[in-house]
């Protein structure tokens, strides 16, 4: 039996914060009373709220010049699910897994989903991996694969991901994501046409292999690998191939994939307006595709994003619940306290923008008064809801106090002699 922190670890740790918990939500409580919004409400709004954790952010990710793993890292994908289980156990808001194939995959799905109920994890999206050759390989994907010339190599590609679909039936999955790296290092290098031709037509099979009930999110990146040009570069691509495909794709939306200064909640506004919002893998940048924690960088643009989406479950309904994921790369933080701390900034933007006035926004902007407008929005972003989400995670039997409570758990060195380093030890992307 590997070492899991125990339920009565975690009361007894916020035994000593609690009082100082509700002292400090009854005052936010009060507060927020005066404006007509009821704290209770807000908080089991927060409890809803879920987003996924990505196996392959469970280990140290690494960049193209260097990766310093950490102590007792996971080491294939039932480790990954128990520092999962872990973020889930502390953090209450990430119920579910995306797994990546085939750095994840098992040959006994039945084990692997048995794995996964003892924690009671889901799993979201599978994903699909055509940026890398698996060892003996027939096809090399050096020059493509959804998009290669040789239709060897998008065959084998296409087959990747249709078994990717099989895996991820086994396990309760509803949708795959596609992101290729496939694209150009030099002009002239891709008749660019050509290359999303072929994309389609590769796509088209994908789409016709996905069950009734399922979904594919198609992923863009602006750039990297490919440093002249990308296949599925930008949201418009990604559109435009999602309305050909039909009704099943959508498009996902990464955080890190965009230009710098791109309004990316605009991206969202818009792929919601046409239907067409798959997702998000949400992490947060400076430069590029950095991956960096959630909300460690640009809180307001995630708040921003999270603005769209309330307002968007607002007109749309039940029926508006697109895939949150976190989708980031530990360099120099332990992943489970990366992961955990990220799950709560997505959830801290969601609550936000829960309390934006919506009828007093629309007011202004109706009046054009554009001063007010702003400073509702802002009024918002700027009020405190750690009291709420602390409460949540409380209530829901998770750590008020996430990162001190695994610390003081053991945990890590508990998995660093359980787990000592192996030549196998699967994927963690670089991401
Ligand atoms: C590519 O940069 C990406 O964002 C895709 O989602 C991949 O599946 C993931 O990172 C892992 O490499
Ligand atoms: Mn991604």
């Not at 992923?219 to 099943?248: M, N, R």
Request: proline share 3%; glycine share 8%.
């Amino acid at each position: 039996m590997t070492f899991r922190i125990s339920d009565d670890f975690v009361q007894s740790h916020n035994q000593s914060r609690v009082a100082d918990l509700q002292s400090d939500f009854d005052a936010l409580g009060s507060k927020l009373a005066r404006n007509g919004v009821d704290i209770e409400a807000l908080t089991l709004r927060a409890q809803g709220f879920a987003v996924a954790t990505p196996s392959w952010g469970a280990g140290t990710g690494g960049t193209r010049f260097a990766r310093f793993p950490g102590v007792g890292e996971p080491r294939n994908v039932f480790e990954k699910l128990d520092d999962c289980g872990t973020v889930n156990q502390l953090s209450q808001a990430t119920p579910t897994v995306s797994l990546h194939f085939p750095w994840d995959k098992v040959s006994d799905a039945k084990e692997l989903k048995q794995h996964a109920d003892s924690w009671k994890l889901g799993f979201d999206a599978v994903n699909s991996n055509t940026f890398q050759n698996q060892p003996n390989q027939a096809e090399s994907y050096k020059f493509g694969s959804l998009t290669n010339q040789s239709a060897a190599v998008r065959d084998l590609a296409v087959a990747h991901n249709i078994e990717c679909i099989e895996l991820g039936k086994a396990l309760g999955s509803k949708a795959l994501t596609v992101w290729v790296g496939d694209g150009g290092n030099f002009p002239g290098q891709l008749n660019l046409r050509g290359a999303l031709e072929r994309y389609l037509d590769s796509l088209k099979q994908i789409y016709q292999a996905l069950p009734d009930d399922w979904q594919v999110f198609l992923e863009h990146k602006l750039f990297e690998p490919a440093f002249y040009t990308t296949v599925i570069a930008d949201w418009g691509t990604s559109f435009a191939c999602a309305q050909q495909l039909g009704d099943k794709a959508k498009c996902l939306v990464d955080l890190g994939h965009h230009a710098p200064n791109t309004n990316i909640e605009m991206i969202v506004a818009r792929l919601v307006q046409f239907g067409k919002l798959a997702g998000f893998h949400f992490n947060d940048s400076k430069y590029g595709d950095d991956d960096l924690d959630s909300g460690s960088i640009n809180p307001f643009q995630l708040f921003l994003i999270f603005n769209e989406l309330v307002d968007a479950e607002i007109r749309e309904g039940s029926s508006f619940n697109p895939a949150y994921m976190l989708d980031q790369s530990h360099n120099v933080t332990d992943p489970i306290e990366s992961l955990m701390g990220s799950a709560i900034e997505v959830q801290r933007a969601f609550v936000q923008a829960s309390l934006v006035d919506r009828d007093q926004l629309a007011a202004y902007q109706a009046s054009n008064d554009v001063m007010m407008a702003a400073r509702t929005l802002r009024r918002a972003f700027q009020t405190d809801v750690t009291p709420i989400l602390d409460m949540a995670r409380f209530r829901s039997g998770g750590a008020i106090d996430m990162i001190n409570c695994y610390r003081e758990s053991g945990y890590r060195q508990q998995k660093a002699e359980e787990r000592p380093a192996s030549k196998n030890a699967s994927g963690s992307g670089i991401v």
